[in-house]
T-cell receptor, first 117, second 112 residues
Framework: GAVVSQHPSRVICKSGTSVKIECRSL??????MFWYRQFPKKSLMLMAT?????????EQGVEKDKFLINHASLTLSTLTVTSAHPEDSSFYIC?????????????FGDGTRLSIL | GESVGLHLPTLSVQEGDNSIINCAYS??????FIWYKQESGKGPQFIID?????DKRQGQRVTVLLNKTVKHLSLQIAATQPGDSAVYFC???????????FGTGTSLTVIP
């Protein structure tokens, strides 16, 4: 089946550090990937749509300069949390849509738990 | 993301009973809906989907009902098992774009 891998699964770092999270589609090509943020016991909040070969589309209220997204290939999107602060601590989840696939073909990674000290 | 900020409702059921999980969506332009199951520390897993031209869809042990008039979805799980304990989210997709927006979610606990 379709597998999406996120790396790292957990990050703990000091305030001011920039953190890069990778999202890879392992056995399919993904023109579009999505990045979500989830606070404890809360829902997933869509942050941005990552488009291969073009700029990401950010949801209202999400800072582009804070959350840099790069989708350089059909199997990899990266989210960089720049100059992270404690309020950026959260669970970040990506999903990937198979190129040419149906709307239902959105496969999720297992998330990255980011803790900023 | 209209439901972000609300706390997670909880539902406890006895093993073997049926569970009904509800979701209210906000956008009347949404035409496709998915129910996801999320276990602790993992990403969401697809359970079942339904398009707006249907009002009911059945899968294995699960049924989704859609009421467009009141913008309401429900997920019914038959003969609930301990392995069904998780958080369940509905997600809506608008006619334009591939983005999905998640509802508040419900935490289901199955009591053996």
């Amino acid at each position: 089946g379709a597998v999406v891998s996120q790396h790292p699964s957990r990050v703990i770092c000091k305030s001011g550090t920039s953190v890069k999270i990778e999202c890879r589609s392992l056995d399919f090509q993904a023109t579009t990937m999505f990045w979500y943020r989830q606070f404890p016991k809360k829902s997933l909040m869509l942050m941005a749509t990552s488009n291969e070969g073009s700029k990401a589309t950010y949801e209202q209220g999400v800072e582009k300069d804070k959350f840099l997204i790069n989708h350089a290939s059909l199997t990899l999107s990266t989210l960089t949390v720049t100059s992270a602060h404690p309020e950026d601590s959260s669970f970040y989840i990506c999903s990937a849509t198979r190129t040419g696939g149906l709307q239902s073909s959105q496969h999720f990674g297992d998330g990255t738990r980011l803790s900023i000290l | 993301g209209e439901s972000v900020g609300l706390h997670l409702p909880t539902l406890s059921v006895q093993e073997g009973d049926n569970s009904i999980i509800n979701c209210a969506y906000s956008n009347s332009a949404s035409d496709y809906f998915i129910w996801y199951k999320q276990e602790s520390g993992k990403g969401p897993q697809f359970i079942i989907d339904i398009r707006s031209n249907m009002d009911k869809r059945q899968g294995q042990r699960v049924t989704v009902l859609l009421n467009k008039t009141v913008k309401h979805l429900s997920l019914q799980i038959a003969a609930t098992q301990p392995g069904d304990s998780a958080v369940y989210f509905c997600a809506e997709n608008l006619r334009t774009g591939n983005q999905f927006y998640f509802g508040t979610g419900t935490s289901l606990t199955v009591i053996p």
